[in-house]
């Protein structure tokens, strides 16, 4: 099993620019979320989903958007960069069964100027 | 709403010390409370997870325990290792939920 897996790992934006994080799983896993990671912020919830079709909103979720069509795949699309998004973002996910324990990927490190 | 505390923010020891790490939480109706480990420029590797029906989880040198009815977990790292070095996350998921609530972490150094 490969686990879960995030492109890309590094990435540059400018500002108004677009684009998707992309986060795969291959352990059938329910559940899937995002968090971004800053200095002094610890680890905070973007958005999660339970299943395919189901998404909701985390701590902070302003800027960024999901959708979950299939089990493996949760993309996190930025539609207009801004540098307070530059960060570290991580995907997870775990079954919705317990003991709930979840499984990270690497991280992308976002830097938008 | 669930907060969760790391104190101290930063621990640097001598090689082979047996070291006490903590997490606080506020709200004790967790699910479970797992034990992340974070090297510099990483993800997260889980270390350890314990359930709320458990008091401790060992795995090698590591030893988590659970006190719901105080907030607290401690994870118990014997004779440390420069390899040790990393920055220690414990995080909480609440009843109900798979959301996980996280410390900002303790970044451990281990002198040899």
């Known amino acids: 099993n490969a686990g879960v897996t995030q492109t890309p790992k590094f990435q540059v934006l400018k500002t108004g620019q677009s684009m998707t994080l992309q986060c795969a799983q291959d352990?059938?896993?329910?559940?899937m979320s995002w968090y971004r990671q800053d200095p002094g912020m610890g680890l905070r919830l973007i958005h999660y989903?339970?299943?395919?079709?189901?998404?909701d909103q985390g701590e902070v979720p302003n800027g960024y958007n999901v959708s979950r069509s299939t089990t493996e795949d949760f993309p996190l699309r930025l539609l207009s960069a801004a540098p307070s998004q530059t960060s570290v973002y991580f995907c997870?996910?775990?079954?919705?069964?317990?003991?709930?324990?979840?499984?990270f990927g690497p991280g992308t490190r976002l830097t938008v100027t | 709403k669930q907060e969760v505390t790391q104190i101290p923010a930063a621990l640097s020891v001598p090689e082979g010390e047996n070291l006490v790490l903590n997490c606080s939480f506020t709200?004790?109706?967790?699910?479970?409370l797992q034990w992340f480990r974070q090297d510099p420029g990483k993800g997260l590797t889980s270390l350890l997870l314990?359930?709320?029906?458990?008091r401790e989880q060992t795995s090698g040198r590591l030893n988590a325990s659970l006190d719901k009815s105080s907030g607290r977990s401690t994870l118990y790292i014997a004779a440390s290792q420069p390899g040790d070095s990393a920055t220690y996350l414990c995080?909480?998921?609440?009843?109900?939920?798979?959301?996980?609530?996280f410390g900002k972490g303790m970044k451990l150094t281990v002198n040899p």
């Open positions: 997870a996910s775990s079954p919705v069964l317990p003991p709930y324990e979840q499984y």
């Open positions: 352990m059938n896993h329910e559940y």
């Open positions: 989903s339970v299943g395919a079709g189901i998404t």
């Open positions: 709200d004790s109706a967790i699910y479970n």
């Open positions: 314990i359930q709320s029906s458990q």
């Open positions: 995080a909480a998921v609440q009843g109900g939920s798979e959301k996980l609530v």
